[in-house]
């Protein structure tokens, strides 16, 4: 059988209902939110496909252009181990929370505050019956769980939208094993703070190292996460764990000298709660959450994990939560089912500078540039999303593998927020979508080297940048300035 799978888009009504009655159609399970078997594939291709396929073969190659190319919100992945749509309760792999964490939680976990719906999983937060309904305390949200620590090495996946508020945890997807802050815990955090939507945080901890917050990462985006779904996922292999938006690495980190990534099972959690009143929390949170007169809730779509099939497995001391008595396991060439191997490194020539390339440059929404001797002066006064781009006429990259450039500046939120980011066009993107970005760029007094990867994810495999077409510089934000000067811009 086929590694391939298609997964049932639950937002897109030209195919759904023809998957759907492919999925029933046979299989393993039926109806399990997967076209997962043979028979399944091909019920779906003569249900879609322009022409019925005649094998196995032509009817994944007609699924992956159809759903794939044509059909964005459907989405295309390698076999997961597990995968759960969340159109209803899997009683056998997940349980939902019914208990008080206490502490720093400002809620009961209780079974009501979870709906299916629609195809959807919902995390309601409200106050309805509480206290006297609530153990006590003053709000009621939901907590859901896989049922057993048997998660390790893999690559981990949501599709989500989160909440948004000040005093709010609003949606989290991480992974936990242990008891907080003892030897025995272990976690992967995506937690999104309501007090500001368009960031996400990222977070481990291994052996109970990371409660001081060493290893917190904030990711800004270029969108607001409590309006729209989006992929979010993290990849834990032996001497790396990366975090993942909508495919597109944001985030690495590796083992200081001495310690140890995540390396024991653990548990797929997501929950949404309201944080207390201890000062390091309402400073955390932005604040103490105020209840708005209507519930709150959190959205998710689907999770999904796929292992590291070759990578070291947890040992019987591991699963026990004994500590083991040697150093994290060495890292093999492994990759998850949904990742390819590691690009092959570009072979060795000149730098291509961007001054040797340029077509022409233009400025947008307020921005103003300027170019003069190779270096390009950006500057913006209180604009909305200002910047500028270079455009390079599709220039063939001859397998350079990144763009760098020297950059130095300032800029000012004025009360909002700003970012400064870079991105890359190919031949094969509209002016919206990038194929590559930096973000954030830091910015200093002086110039700074800077170094963006040409390497992206697209459909589950690492591809690296062949043409581009142009070069963008934006500031993100509501009404932001800014003055930079980059210079020395050129592919690698």
């Known amino acids: 059988m086929s590694d391939f799978v298609i997964t049932i888009s639950r937002t897109d009504p030209k195919f759904q209902s023809k998957l759907k009655q492919a999925d029933r159609h046979s299989g393993d399970r039926g109806n399990n939110g997967l076209i997962d078997t043979e028979e399944e594939r091909m019920a779906a291709g003569n249900l879609v496909c322009a022409e019925k396929p005649k094998n196995q073969s032509a009817a994944e190659t007609c699924l992956k252009q159809t759903l794939g190319i044509e059909t964005a919100n459907t989405l295309i992945s390698w076999e997961p181990s597990l995968f759960q749509s969340m159109d209803r309760h899997e009683g056998s792999i997940w349980e939902i929370a019914n208990w008080s964490n206490g502490g720093i939680f400002n809620c009961t976990w209780r079974p009501s505050n979870i709906k299916f719906e629609n195809g959807f999983m919902k995390l309601i937060l409200n106050n309805a019956g509480c206290p006297s309904s609530c153990k006590g305390m003053p709000y009621a949200s939901g907590e859901y769980r896989t049922q057993r620590e048997t998660f390790s090495y893999g690559y981990y996946e949501v599709r989500m939208k989160a909440a948004s508020g000040e005093g709010l945890v609003a949606g989290t997807f991480f992974t936990y094993r242990g008891k907080y802050g003892e030897r025995s815990h272990d976690e992967i955090d995506f937690e999104f703070l309501g007090k500001n939507?368009?960031?996400?945080?990222?977070?481990?901890?291994?052996?109970?190292?990371?409660?001081h917050d060493e290893h917190k990462k904030d990711i800004f985006l270029n969108f607001d996460a409590s309006q729209e779904f989006h992929n979010y996922g993290f990849k834990l292999a032996p001497n790396s764990l990366t975090w993942y938006i909508d495919g597109r690495a944001v985030h690495t980190a590796t083992a200081a000298p001495g310690e140890k990534l995540p390396y024991r099972p653990m548990k797929i959690m997501a929950n949404f709660w309201p944080g207390s009143s201890q000062s390091d929390i309402v400073a955390w949170l932005g604040g103490i959450f105020k209840y708005p007169g209507r519930p709150l809730q959190v959205e998710y779509d689907w999770i999904k994990f796929s292992p590291l099939k070759d990578a070291p497995q947890p040992t019987a001391a591991d699963r026990t939560g004994a500590q083991r008595q040697t150093t994290a396991p060495q890292p093999t060439p492994a990759k998850p089912a949904s990742q390819p191997a590691p690009a092959k490194p570009a072979a060795p020539g000149k730098p291509l500078n961007i001054e040797n390339i340029q077509q022409g440059s233009f400025d947008f929404?307020?921005?103003?540039?300027?170019?003069?001797?190779?270096?390009?002066?950006f500057s913006a006064n209180q604009a909305k999303d200002p910047g500028f781009g270079i455009l390079t006429g599709n220039v063939d990259l001859q397998d350079r593998n990144s763009l760098k450039f020297d950059i130095k500046g300032d800029f000012k939120k004025h009360g909002g927020w700003a970012r400064l980011i870079v991105q890359v066009y190919s031949d094969k993107n509209n002016d919206y979508s990038p194929s590559v970005s930096l973000d954030p760029i830091e910015l200093k007094p002086n110039f700074t080297p800077t170094t963006v990867d040409l390497h992206y994810i697209e459909e589950g495999k690492e591809i690296l940048l062949g043409k581009a077409k142009k070069v963008q510089f934006l500031l993100v934000t509501d009404k932001g300035s800014c003055q930079v000067e980059i210079k020395n811009i050129r592919f690698e």
């Open 197 to 211: 939507p368009r960031m996400v945080q990222l977070n481990f901890y291994t052996e109970g190292r990371g409660v």
């Open 365 to 377: 929404n307020n921005g103003k540039v300027n170019l003069r001797a190779g270096s390009y002066t």
